[in-house]
């Protein structure tokens, strides 16, 4: 059975920094690109940055892009999502996805919650 | 603000049919496939239409979606009380090189 379970969320203050990690579970986790997706309280699912099989390649939404930094452990299988400089919008339910082609999301994590605030 | 445009609600009674719109670009919805997702409350949202119209094994008959040119729409036959939820349309975006999603539909069924 396939599993993705986020885990490192919590509340950090504005400014500090938090590691979201996502262990894969089921499939062979080197095979797939991976993703993370965002849900701030009450709002829509919001994409956040991208890997490829390898980690050789990434994206970012423009949002957090030069503060987010998306990894992955083949080895162990696992994806991570380095977050510095946090701001009070980045607040949310951050989900581990994994897409197979276009914006097709066959598997997601259960979440994690993120929370910036002094 | 969202890449794509729903509509923020939708609502209908028991065994109604019920449409939710999608709207988006020639750089998103123009020139990909379109995808559906359901989330319950509390929960990560689940995938209910692929390619543009295709069902997952598991998915009911009720669902069914479609497309024409840069606009998308989901629509539920038979409404149930069940099928309250968010719905949420997505796409591959070529100039993001990411997936969008739309802003979300809340479905009430009354």
């Known amino acids: 059975e396939v599993q993705l379970v986020e885990s490192g969320g919590g509340l950090v203050q504005p400014g500090g920094s938090l590691r979201l990690s996502c262990a894969a579970c089921?499939?062979?986790?080197?095979?797939?690109?991976m993703h993370w997706v965002r849900q701030a309280p009450g709002k829509g699912l919001v994409w956040v940055s991208r890997?490829?099989?390898?980690?050789?390649?990434?994206g970012y939404a423009d949002s957090v892009k030069g503060r987010f930094t998306i990894s992955r452990d083949n080895a162990k299988n696992t994806l991570y999502l380095q977050m510095n400089s946090l701001r009070a919008e980045d607040t949310a339910v951050y989900y581990c996805a994994r897409l197979l082609v276009g914006a097709r999301i066959d598997y997601w994590g259960q979440g994690t919650l993120v929370t910036v605030s002094s | 603000q969202s890449v794509l445009t729903q509509p923020p609600s939708a609502s209908g009674t028991p065994g109604q049919r019920v449409t939710i719109s999608c709207s988006g670009s020639s750089s998103n919805i123009g020139s990909n496939y379109v995808y559906w997702y359901q989330q319950l409350p509390g929960t990560a949202p689940k995938l209910l239409i692929y390619s543009n119209n295709q069902r997952p094994s598991g998915v009911p008959d009720r669902f069914s979606g479609s497309k024409s040119g840069t606009s998308a729409s989901l629509a539920i036959s038979g409404l149930r009380s069940e099928d309250e939820a968010d719905y949420y349309c997505a796409t591959w975006d070529d100039s993001l090189s990411g997936p969008v999603f739309g802003g979300g539909t809340k479905l009430t069924v009354l």
């Open positions: 890997i490829n099989s390898d980690g050789s390649n990434t």
């Open positions: 089921g499939f062979t986790f080197s095979n797939y690109w």
